[in-house]
């Protein structure tokens, strides 16, 4: 590796006979290509380390007798070097001839930068005999090995060990012996290979390449865009030809740095699967709403219409009821998958059309005890910094989240830290991968996130770790928070939450005394009764020991969809105007009633499982839904699905049948994420554009347009003519946004936010001299040990929590329509230790049957050792096995979410084999 200069530092040199500079720590390699001038690689790219092997970019040095690798070779004052004197190029020829010659007789299709670098340096066919070469492996259903394409350039190797750090190739052998190995044999789909295709990408040759063989052909055209999948905001490249998705490449973004994982490198061809909705579809006259849909079937239950007559039905039934029985009686789901802008118009819809503000998404079900917290706390919901600013970071508290599962390359930015010294603690109560890189592991027992964080907070005051000086200048109520937390010793909460008091005190100690500390959370901290108690505990560890404000240290709760930061920037909440303004607030109505024409309520809303509940009591009759599913992800499911068969009225908006569209009056067929354009803001606060790589399929239409529609039907004079005008007239009630205006969104395709200012580039550490409250200051708020409303019993022994799984997303309406994602994880399990499993006589991927007071659901078991003795894990993404029919209603008392993390259930062996998902079938509609 190369010395590191200071920045100031600048090399004269001489390079093909012209004078060059060399920056700080650039290699002979970079300053020519910054000149203009080609060397030929294979083993070098973009965002890896150097490593010298491959010898193609060889250059001859004045006064050095060998030829030396320009890809790791530092120049030096005064250095004379060439690329293209004769011994040079001799030399990068006969390396590429060489590697030509134990190629296939027929390359690999696609890219392939050895033909590529054969074809300009003049070189033709090898003069060399090939070598024997390995037989193809296509056991893995992402990505096919093709070893007699292999040049041993390490580019997979190290794209797998060092930026996505998975460990999963090696290199194995040597000399004519050496070959690419994979961790668990010879097999890549017998590995433990998570399928992210950061080794696909590298390899410059399609030795590594996609399984799907039309990933290999020419693109038409390349669209750059966003992944549509968890809050991390990925940008990426679409490859298309025909009209179809080829394959997704990821792209050098703020978020990302070109890295991508499982879905949102495999998980496109949903938008192409032939059962997306192409027709607005009416429920027939006298189909009861409880009726199962069959897709193959689904004429039985629903007609097809004109978009005329969709849209009249659909504004119809909502105005009749809001007319009849008044505002109260509707309600509105919007998306956070969809755009900014489809979220502003829809809470505005609500807000104007029905008069209300029971609006909601999925941010109730998430993360709203965090914010709320947050917006207590500090006076924002936000994050305080962006996740990669783990590299600045000495110390990292992550809790209650598996990024490795739920934000895959968030968790190789973590993964990269910790390679550089920073310490990570990881704290769940299940043992998650990233267990294996921490410094130390809080395997905590379920529903005692207080007693932990209390105790540590504890120690901090009692050994005076705490940061008095920024106490006193930006904080108010420390002295109640220490008086309360004197009871609190590790001695007292080690029983409680299963860690023992000296490592409590490590801990504490460590992350209050380390240069920048940083705290991450996910739903195992906010999916909780007491979700905002915890989140308070998290917020008074930084304000304590001033760990937040600057770079590497702060709050970051990890946003689970793409864009539920986003759509609650833009008022898709009860009781938040866009820019979180109160309802409440007789200025902040004032505001919204000038800009939009109509005077507004002043009593918050209904969030989404509170609807639910009015529903079934009959106040609230009828609904528009869009882009969400609440018929799986609502907990108590079942008590759900009722709600909905019960209104009046039941308008949805989406891209397919989901198990809520099933329910409806009223389908209408949207865009999905490729097909749209708009601004989406990721977990970092990055506002970033999607750009619109297809057509919707059909008569499907843009999501906009549709609310659009509605709203005029609702007697609303909207003529908004592109998606840029929206945002401009979201940008006049956001102030974050106010620096931020369309043309430069456009420009610069990611702008984070707050951005006050035209000029400014947007501020990624937030905090820094004061918090956004009223008096500029942080407020500790104590909190004391709340427990689920209910316990396991001799009925129910077992814990319930429920999840994510890194090939589904959320309900798996998208990735379980995904070729290669269905095909890596194709049945609902469930997650046991694999003691549980052998007292139950149950082998791994036998069946098991879970109950809950609320349902029960079978499935298969999986061994696992993380998760606990006495727990079972389960992804909600699996409608034939739908387990939030099992979860507890139970609301926090301040976030109003659910408490999905803590449920009592029993488990027996055997049970009724979950049925194939309707995804599978190939009706198109």
């Known amino acids: 590796m190369n010395a590191v200069m200071s920045p100031e530092v600048v090399i004269d040199f001489t390079l093909n006979g012209q004078p060059v500079q060399a920056r700080a720590g650039e290699t002979l390699w970079t300053v020519a290509r910054r000149h203009g001038i080609e060397i030929p690689h294979l083993c070098h790219a973009q965002g890896l380390r150097p490593a010298g092997n491959c010898r193609a970019c060889v250059v001859e040095i004045e006064g050095e007798r060998v030829l030396a690798p320009s890809c790791c070779r530092s120049p030096t004052p005064g250095m004379v070097v060439r690329s293209d004197s004769a011994r040079a190029v001799a030399a990068q020829k006969m390396v590429i001839e060489l590697l030509l010659s134990d190629q296939p007789a027929t390359p690999r299709t696609g890219r392939n930068e050895l033909t ?76 433990t290979c998570v399928g992210c295709g950061e080794c696909v990408q590298a390899c410059p040759t399609g030795a590594l390449s996609p399984a799907q063989g039309a990933g290999l052909q020419q693109a038409d055209r390349r669209v750059e865009s966003i992944c549509p999948y968890c809050g991390v905001g990925c940008q990426l490249t679409y490859h298309i030809k025909d009209e179809r998705i080829l394959r997704v490449e990821g792209r050098h973004g ?118 709320a917290a947050l917006l207590e706390g500090i006076g924002s919901g936000a994050v305080s910094n962006p996740v990669r600013d783990v590299a600045q970071a000495e110390f ?34 299940r043992r998650t991968e990233l267990a294996r890189h921490a410094w130390r592991v809080l395997q905590f027992r379920p529903d005692t996130d207080v007693a932990l964080l209390n105790a540590m907070m504890h120690t901090i005051i009692a050994e005076d770790l705490i940061d008095s000086a920024f106490i006193e200048a930006r904080t108010t109520g420390f002295d109640a928070l220490k008086a309360h937390l004197a009871a609190y010793r590790p001695e007292a909460m080690a029983p409680l939450c299963g860690i023992d008091a000296d490592t409590i005190r490590e801990v504490a100690r460590a992350y209050a005394t380390a240069r920048a500390s940083m705290i991450l959370w996910g739903m195992g901290i906010s999916q909780h009764v007491h979700g905002t108690d915890n989140a308070r505990c998290l917020i008074a560890l930084a304000l304590m020991t001033g760990q937040i404000g600057r770079p590497g240290t702060g709050l970051h709760p990890l946003r689970g969809q793409n864009n539920v930061q986003g759509a609650s920037d833009a008022g898709l909440i009860p009781m938040m105007f866009p820019d979180y303004q109160r309802v ?13 024409g109509v005077p507004l309520d002043d009593q918050p809303g209904l969030t989404v499982v509170e609807v639910m509940d009015a529903a079934l009591r009959g106040e609230v009759r009828g609904m528009y839904i869009v882009g969400e599913n609440p018929a799986m992800s609502d907990p108590d499911a079942e008590h759900a699905r009722q709600a909905l068969a019960a209104l009046d009225h039941l308008v949805v908006q989406d891209i397919f049948l989901t198990e809520t569209a099933a329910l409806a009056d009223v389908v209408l067929p949207a865009s999905a994420f490729p097909e749209k354009t708009g601004s989406f803001t990721n977990t970092d606060r ?22 659009q529609s509605i709203a005029q039907g609702l007697g609303l004079p909207w003529h908004y003519t592109d998606i840029g005008q929206v945002y401009e007239e979201m940008r006049q009630c956001m102030p974050s946004l106010a620096g931020l205006s369309w043309a430069r969104l456009q420009r610069e395709g990611a702008v984070v936010h707050p951005c006050p200012d035209e000029d400014a580039p947007g501020q990624a550490v937030v905090f820094t001299d004061h918090f956004p409250t009223p008096d500029g200051r942080g407020r500790f708020v104590p909190v004391d040990l709340v427990s689920a409303d209910e316990r396991p019993d001799a009925d129910h022994p077992f814990v319930l929590i429920t999840g994510r799984q890194l090939e589904h997303w959320h309900t798996g309406s998208m990735t379980r329509r995904s070729r290669v994602l269905d095909a890596l994880e194709p049945d609902p399990v469930g997650l046991m230790h694999p003691q549980d499993l052998q007292r139950l006589g ?25 998760t606990p003795v006495g727990t079972v894990f389960v992804p909600f993404c699996y409608a034939e096995a739908a387990i939030n029919k099992l979860t507890n209603p139970a609301l926090d008392p301040y976030g109003k979410i659910p408490e999905f993390k803590y449920c009592a259930v029993s488990v027996r062996a055997g049970g009724s084999v979950p049925g194939p998902h309707p995804t599978r079938s190939p009706t198109k509609m």
């Open 116 to 191: 590529e670098w054969a074809a300009k340096l003049g070189v033709g066919q090898p003069r060399f005999a090939p070598r024997t070469q390995p037989a193809p492996d296509v056991s893995h259903p992402a990505i096919a090995v093709h070893l007699d394409a292999c040049i041993h350039c390490t580019r997979c190797l190290r794209a797998c060990r060092e930026v996505q750090v998975n460990d999963v190739i090696g290199l194995a052998g040597r000399g004519a012996r050496t070959t690419i190995v994979f961790d668990m044999g010879d097999a890549m789909g017998a590995s």
């Open 254 to 371: 703020p978020a990302n740095q070109g890295r991508l994982c499982v879905k949102g490198r495999y998980g496109f061809d949903y938008v192409h699967h032939p059962q997306r909705l192409t027709v607005p579809l009416l429920r027939r006259e006298g189909v009861p709403k409880h009726t199962p849909v069959d897709p193959e079937r689904w004429h039985e239950v629903f007609r097809a219409a004109s978009w005329d007559e969709a849209l009249a039905r659909a504004s119809e039934g909502l105005r009749r009821i809001r007319d009849t029985l008044g505002p109260r009686a509707l309600a509105g789901f919007g998306s956070a998958k969809g755009s900014n802008e489809e979220a502003y118009l829809f809470q505005k819809l609500v807000r104007t059309g029905f008069r209300s503000h029971n609006v909601d998404h999925c941010t109730r079900l998430c993360h709203a005890s965090s914010v």
């Open 396 to 429: 990292v508290l992550l809790i209650g989240a598996n990024p490795t599962v739920n934000h895959p390359v968030a968790a190789t930015w973590i993964k990269n830290a910790v390679r550089q010294g920073t310490k990570l603690v990881v704290a769940d109560p």
């Open 584 to 596: 409440t607030d007789a200025a902040a109505r004032a505001k919204f009633e000038r800009l939009w």
């Open 686 to 707: 990055l506002v970033q554009l999607g750009r619109q790589a297809l057509q919707p399929p059909g008569q499907a239409r843009q999501d906009w347009e549709i609310i």
């Open 842 to 866: 149950v082998a791994p991927g036998g069946l098991v049957t879970l109950r809950s007071r609320r349902g029960e659901v079978s499935l298969y078991a999986r061994a696992d050792e993380g």
